[in-house]
């Protein structure tokens, strides 16, 4: 079945390190790719997306995700984290065609002062 | 901009009753998006609204469940009756065709 993978779902970290997780999905065609973040007690809020054109895409907050097409990958990056970014984070794609938002299953991410 | 608002916020009911939730989607948007968020798991979509028309319902439980999205602006989803695996925060969403989804702050269902 079509799907979208995360890994590590809860991942502790001090602040001011460094943060990746990763997204991989199973859709074969061109695909349009977002992560959200959730903070706690919020509602869902998209933190970057992409669409075409340059693969390294800068969202809000400092984070980053890097699109591998070969790899079909979309993991997110934020070099050195913050309290304030302790939150669940998902990754969604839409497929080209279908219009469907799929998610993965998230990452509990809790960042230590 | 007004975002999505959804109604209520919280729900107690017991096994086998009714419930009704009720979603304002932000003016413009075609596409209307019901999820199912259970604790610790990603959104599920129930179901999907372009305009007023249904274009995936593949994970709605039809036997429950059932939306409608009237005129193609507010829309709502009803369980009846509940079972205790219904418990969950249902979200609704919306947004331009192929595009990011805007989120309500969702309703949390307890069936007890």
């Known amino acids: 079945a079509q799907s979208v993978s995360q890994h590590n779902h809860h991942v502790i970290l001090s602040e001011a390190a460094s943060l990746e997780l990763g997204c991989n999905y199973s859709?074969?065609?061109?695909?349009?790719l977002f992560w959200y973040v959730q903070y706690p007690g919020q509602h869902l809020q998209l933190l970057l997306k992409y669409f075409s054109g340059d693969p390294l895409v800068k969202g809000i907050k400092g984070f980053e995700a890097e699109f591998i097409k070969s790899k079909f990958s979309f993991n997110l990056r934020k070099p050195s984290v913050q309290w304030s970014d302790t939150a669940e984070y998902f990754c969604?794609?839409?497929?080209?065609?279908?219009?469907?938002?799929?998610f993965g299953k998230g990452n509990q991410v809790v960042v230590i002062p | 901009e007004a975002g999505v608002a959804q109604s209520p916020r919280y729900k107690i009911i017991e096994k086998r009753q009714s419930v009704a939730f009720w979603c304002n989607p932000i003016?413009?948007?075609?596409?209307l998006y019901w999820y199912q968020q259970i604790l610790g798991q990603g959104p599920k979509l129930l179901i999907q609204?372009?305009?007023?028309?249904?274009?995936?319902d593949s994970q709605l439980p039809k036997d429950r469940f059932s939306a409608e999205r009237l005129k193609g602006v507010d829309s709502t989803l009803k369980i009846q009756p509940a079972k205790l695996e219904d418990s969950a925060v249902y979200l609704c969403a919306s947004g331009e065709t192929n595009t990011e989804a805007f989120f309500g702050q969702g309703t949390r269902l307890t069936v007890v």
């Open positions: 969604a794609v839409i497929p080209w065609g279908n219009n469907r938002l799929a």
């Open positions: 609204f372009q305009n007023n028309g249904v274009v995936d």
């Open positions: 859709y074969g065609g061109t695909v349009n």
């Open positions: 003016s413009g948007h075609a596409t």
